[in-house]
């Protein structure tokens, strides 16, 4: 079993920023592709950014030379980097994790979700 905690959200003011976190522990032998998403009231999920195992990224459009996803293998955390927020990036921001897990099976979890707030 695998869980995954998320910290890191809060209310931001327009310009401001905020780094989210994923940290995942359990029956973990390595983690391969991570990524970050987004849910706004009434919308569904989108997703926002991705990272590799090799190391590639993509990020939506409307983020793209504002967030940054990153990792940090050693601690099996994923990092999401976030500046310049506009309202509209208020949302419920969920990490996911494609995980090798101990007995070689991948296997994707998902974050409890945390919310991102951007108001003055």
């Known amino acids: 079993q695998v869980q995954l905690v998320e910290s890191g959200g809060g209310l931001v003011q327009p310009g401001g920023s905020l780094r989210l976190s994923c940290a995942a522990s359990g029956s973990i032998f390595s983690i391969n592709a991570v990524g970050w998403y987004r849910q706004a009231p009434g919308k569904q999920r989108e997703v926002v950014a991705g990272l590799t195992n090799a190391g590639a990224t993509n990020y939506a459009d409307d983020v793209k030379g504002r967030f940054t996803i990153s990792r940090d293998n050693a601690k099996n955390t994923v990092y999401l980097q976030m500046d310049n927020l506009r309202p509209e990036d208020t949302a419920v921001y969920y990490c996911?994790?494609?995980?090798?897990?101990?007995?070689?099976?991948?296997?994707?979890?998902w974050g409890q979700g945390i919310q991102v707030t951007v108001s003055s």
């Open positions: 996911n994790v494609l995980v090798l897990n101990t007995a070689r099976s991948l296997t994707t979890y």
